[in-house]
C-alpha cells in the first residue's frame, strides 16, 4: 500500500500544479489544439453512432439493449463474461477477494479473453468513443463484478468522478436484470454535475456522501439506471459524478470496459494473453484497432 501511494504523488502533485492560472491556460490550449489537429481524421458514425455520442455530450451517459448495437462478437463475449461471474459467484462463496464491498474481477492475475478482447476492439465501438474523445484512444481493459447486496457504502459506492483522464469512457453491461435494491449504476446528468461541482468546491475530488451529495443536489434528480440483463450503459466517469449504488435486495453482476485517449495521466495494468492465443488474434486485427492496445505481456 506504501509504494501505490509514492507511485501517486507525481500525479497528485501534477494535479496542483495546473491548478495554477497560467499552467492550467498553457494545458487548455494545448488540449484545444490537439482536438483541432485531430478533427478531420475522425471516422464516420452511422445514425445510431450520432445520437449515442450526442447523447454522451448532453447527458454524460446513455443506455441501450446490448442487440442494438449489432456487434458480431456480442454472444460470444456474454458468453465468456456471464462464465466469469459464475466464477464469482463459487471463488466468493468464502475466499473471494472482496473490495469495497465488491467481489473484484475473477481474473486477477490479468489474463485477457479474447472473446471479450475482441468485441472491445470492434470497429463501430471505437469510432463512436474516438468521435466522443476526440482524440486517438487507448482501451485500458475490462473488469467483471459481483456487487454484494449488503447496503454497505464504501470505495465506488460513493460519489465521485474520475480523474485520469480528460474524458473516459466506461461501458457497463449488466450480467443480470437491475431492478431497485439491486445497485444500478447511478449518475448526475451533466449539467446537474456541473452545479454540484460548484455547490460543492468539489476541486480536489475524491469521495463523497450521499448526505454531502443531497446539499447541491436533490435525491429525485439521481439517475439510477434500471435496465436489463444485457442492457449497455456507455458514460463518461470523468464528466458526471456517478456511483455503484449500493445493492441491498440482490447482487449485481457486470462486466466494464474502460477507454481513455492515448496519452492518459494513467494507464492501468495490462492484461496478459498467451503468446499463441494473441499472435492468432493480433493477425485478424486492422492496425487501427492495434493502435488502441497497450504494449501486450504474455502469459
Known amino acids: ?20 492560472p497560467v499552467l492550467h491556460s498553457l494545458k487548455e490550449q494545448a488540449y484545444q489544439k490537439a482536438l483541432d489537429q485531430h ?10 453512432g450520432k445520437l449515442i455520442v450526442d447523447r454522451l455530450r448532453q447527458e454524460g451517459t446513455c443506455t441501450i439493449p446490448i442487440e442494438q448495437l449489432q456487434l458480431p462478437t456480442t454472444e ?20 473471494g477477494k472482496v473490495e469495497n464491498c465488491e467481489v473484484a474481477s475473477a481474473i486477477e492475475d490479468l489474463r ?80 446537474t454535475t456541473a452545479k454540484a461541482i460548484k455547490t460543492l468546491n468539489y476541486y480536489n475530488l475524491g469521495y463523497l456522501s450521499d ?7 436533490p435525491q429525485e434528480n439521481w439517475q439510477a439506471c434500471i435496465a436489463s440483463k444485457g442492457s449497455v450503459i456507455i458514460t463518461d466517469t470523468s464528466g458526471v459524478f456517478h456511483r455503484a449504488q449500493p445493492p441491498t435486495k440482490k447482487e449485481r453482476f457486470s462486466i466494464t470496459f474502460c477507454y481513455t485517449s492515448a496519452n492518459p495521466q494513467v494507464i492501468w495494468r495490462v492484461r496478459k494473453m498467451p503468446r499463441q492465443e494473441w499472435e492468432i488474434i493480433n493477425s485478424g486485427l486492422s492496425q487501427r484497432q492495434r493502435d488502441c492496445l497497450p504494449k501486450r505481456r504474455f502469459s
Not at 39 to 48: T, V
Not at 83 to 91: K, M, Y
Not at 126 to 135: R, S, V, W
Not at 211 to 217: C, G, S, T
Open 39 to 48: 478533427s478531420p481524421f475522425l471516422p464516420q458514425l452511422d445514425d445510431q
Open 1 to 20: 500500500m506504501r509504494l501505490k501511494r509514492v507511485k501517486n504523488i507525481p500525479l497528485k502533485l501534477k494535479r496542483e500544479l495546473y491548478k495554477i
Open 211 to 217: 448526505a454531502e451529495m443531497l446539499k447541491a443536489v
Open 112 to 191: 485477457e479473453s479474447p472473446e471479450v478482447l475482441l468485441w472491445a476492439l470492434e470497429p463501430k465501438l471505437l469510432d463512436i468513443i474516438e468521435n466522443y474523445i476526440g482524440l486517438p484512444i487507448l482501451y485500458q481493459g475490462f473488469g467483471v463484478r459481483r456487487s454484494i447486496a449488503d447496503g454497505q457504502y464504501s470505495g465506488v459506492r460513493r460519489w465521485h468522478m474520475d480523474w485520469e483522464d480528460r474524458r473516459i469512457i466506461k461501458i457497463i453491461i449488466y450480467l443480470n436484470d437491475v431492478a431497485p435494491g439491486g445497485g444500478p449504476y447511478e449518475y448526475l446528468p451533466r449539467q
Open 76 to 95: 460470444a463475449m456474454l458468453h465468456t463474461a456471464l462464465c466469469l461471474a459464475d466464477s464469482l459467484l463459487t471463488s466468493a462463496g468464502g475466499s
